[in-house]
T-cell receptor
Framework: AQKITQTQPGMFVQEKEAVTLDCTYD???????LFWYKQPSSGEMIFLIY??????QNATEGRYSLNFQKARKSANLVISASQLGDSAMYFC?????????????FGSGTRLLVRP | EAQVTQNPRYLITVTGKKLTVTCSQN?????MSWYRQDPGLGLRQIYY???????DKGDVPEGYKVSRKEKRNFPLILESPSPNQTSLYFC?????????????FGPGTRLTVT
């Protein structure tokens, strides 16, 4: 069955430092997409970054990069140069074609707090 | 600006009073979906639509209805709301129905049913 696991319920990081949020996934479909979303305290769900299962290179979007290790089934999010505005919940998610609804499967999230 | 909009953003209502949460996207996306987010249960899919006039149940469809008469709109209808439908609701859309593209979320609707 498809599953996303985020083992860090909460994390602290000092402003301007880098932080890695862990995510492991499980699927038997060779074709899948991995996503990270940010949910600030205001509640909206903001798309950050996408990695396709066949992509050779790790995805990057500004200060966000995805450390994709396919053999280990991990898709960790790296945020460089943390800012106070990065304090939020972060969700790892996956879509594959085994689920005909094409819904996103979400992990339980990691709450990140950036300290000044 | 490319976006998914939802209205209302906040709603407090009483048990049994029919309500509709609207969702609209301006990105010409085929796929649209409704999720609800509850503490400890995460995000769960309620209904989804692969295209106009094509809708199907997600994981938690009981008590909800949807329609997709136009590509851009995907309203969520609660015919007789109950307190267990108090939740944060998200509408989302994605480019192509059968693809693995990212889903873009609306701002959310916080619904309280008393």
């Amino acid at each position: 069955a498809q599953k996303i696991t985020q083992t860090q319920p909460g994390m602290f990081v000092q402003e301007k430092e880098a932080v890695t949020l862990d995510c492991t996934y499980d699927t038997s479909d060779p074709s899948y997409g991995l996503f990270w979303y940010k949910q600030p305290s205001s509640g909206e769900m903001i798309f950050l970054i996408y990695q396709g299962s066949y992509d050779q290179q790790n995805a990057t979007e500004g200060r966000y990069s995805l450390n994709f290790q396919k053999a280990r089934k991990s898709a960790n999010l790296v945020i460089s140069a943390s800012q106070l505005g990065d304090s939020a919940m972060y969700f790892c998610a996956m879509r594959d074609r085994m689920d005909s609804s094409y819904k996103l499967i979400f992990g339980s999230g990691t709450r990140l707090l950036v300290r000044p | 600006e490319a976006q998914v909009t939802q209205n209302p953003r906040y709603l407090i209502t009483v048990t049994g009073k029919k309500l509709t949460v609207t969702c609209s996207q301006n990105m010409n996306h085929e796929y649209m979906s409704w999720y609800r987010q509850d503490p400890g249960l995460g995000l769960r899919q309620i209904y989804y639509s692969m295209n106009v006039e094509v809708t199907d149940k997600g994981d938690v469809p009981e008590g909800y209805k949807v329609s997709r008469k136009e590509k851009r709109n995907f309203p969520l209808i609660l015919e007789s709301p109950s307190p267990n439908q108090t939740s944060l609701y998200f509408c989302a859309s994605s480019l192509i129905a059968g693809g693995l593209y990212e889903q873009y979320f609306g701002p959310g609707t916080r619904l309280t049913v008393t």
